[in-house]
Each structure stands twice: as C-alpha cells, then as structure tokens.
Nanobody
Framework: QVQLVESGGGLVQAGGSLRLSCAVS????????FGWFRQAPGREHEFVAA????????FYEDSVTGRFTVSKDNAENTVSLQMHSLKPEDTAVYYC????????????????????WGQGTQVTVSS
C-alpha cells in the first residue's frame, strides 16, 4: 500500500517561494500519476497541479500557472511542488494525491480520481 507524506510547508511573505515535497513509500513514484490539491478554511478542496505517470505531462489550475511547477524525482521517490510568487490567496493546507493510471501519459484533476492521499502540509502567505 502506498503512503504519502507531505512536507515543506510554512509561513512566507507574499512574493516568496516554497517547495513542497511528497515522500512516497510502499511503491515507487514511477507507478503513479500524482496531483496536488489545497483546501483553505471554509472552502472546498481545490485542484492545483497534476503530473502524469511518465512525468512528461503536467497540468495546472489557472491561478497557479506560471508560478507553480510540479515534478517527479524517481531517484528520491518524491513528488515536488515548487511555488514562486506566492500570494495570500495561496494560503491553504496542501495535499498530495496518487493513483495508478490506465495510461502513462494521463493526468487527473478531480478529487475522486485519486485513491491515495497524504495528511497535508500548511502553507501560509502573509501580505
């Protein structure tokens, strides 16, 4: 059974950067497609970014396009979300999610598409 553990969250000023990491155990990252979601207080889970099983296809929510980058590191068995130019509205708990896809190039953007979730890491952006 795959397990996901996020880290790297924290408090940062607007305009700053953070790099979130999702450590994968039990299976290898090359077996899965991954997504990052976030949930702000009082709001629903929101899709942020996705990466295909082969790591060649990525997709981003409009508000983070050009600021966030999702990547896989097969050697470290991790998935990362590099975040630049952070804004107060990026404040949320960020979650890593995984699923085994039917194609190596597929990515997924809804919560129900994913079968495995981490516990989340808090990101707070001050103005």
């Amino acid at each position: 059974q795959v397990q996901l553990v996020e880290s790297g969250g924290g408090l940062v000023q607007a305009g700053g950067s953070l790099r979130l990491s999702c450590a994968v155990s039990g299976r290898t990252v090359s077996d899965y497609a991954f997504g990052w979601f976030r949930q702000a207080p009082g709001r629903e889970h929101e899709f942020v970014a996705a990466i295909s099983r082969n790591g060649l296809v990525t997709f981003y929510e409009d508000s983070v396009t050009g600021r966030f980058t999702v990547s896989k590191d097969n050697a470290e068995n991790t998935v990362s979300l590099q975040m630049h130019s952070l804004k107060p509205e990026d404040t949320a708990v960020y979650y890593c999610a995984a699923r085994v896809p039917s194609s190596v190039s597929y990515y997924f953007t809804t919560r129900d598409d994913y079968h495995h979730w981490g516990q989340g890491t808090q990101v707070t952006v001050s103005s």
